[in-house]
């Protein structure tokens, strides 16, 4: 079993910058590809970034592109979201998740681990 904890949540004003970690615990997946996610209130959870060192590729929603950078240490099991210019519409609880597919995805289906979740609220 895989454990993702994430960190680096809290309130932010509009235009301002926010940095989510993801620790994992219990097992080694570097081979294959995390995400995030996010969810707002009334709305369905959606797909936010995610990174494959497999095929070295990112993948991006467009509201965020440009804004945010998804990235994955390499000494250990983390993976980073860093969130700037954030807009009062990127209020969520944001979810890490590990995933085994190969070349990484967009698809929450695809992933096999999720974390409990941080809450960003960016205020206007």
């Known amino acids: 079993q895989v454990q993702l904890v994430e960190s680096g949540g809290g309130l932010v004003q509009a235009g301002g910058s926010l940095r989510l970690s993801c620790a994992a615990s219990g097992r080694t997946f570097s081979r294959y590809a995390m995400g995030w996610f996010r969810q707002a209130p009334g709305k369905e959870r959606e797909f936010v970034a995610a990174?494959?060192?497999?095929?070295?590729?990112?993948y991006y929603a467009d509201s965020v592109q440009g804004r945010f950078t998804i990235s994955r240490g390499n000494a250990k099991d983390t993976v980073y979201l860093q969130m700037n210019s954030l807009e009062p519409e990127d209020t969520a609880v944001y979810y890490c998740a590990a995933s085994l597919k190969y070349g990484g995805s967009r698809v929450s289906t695809d992933y096999d681990y999720w974390g409990q979740g941080t809450q960003v609220t960016v205020s206007s």
């Open positions: 990174i494959s060192w497999i095929v070295d590729i990112t």
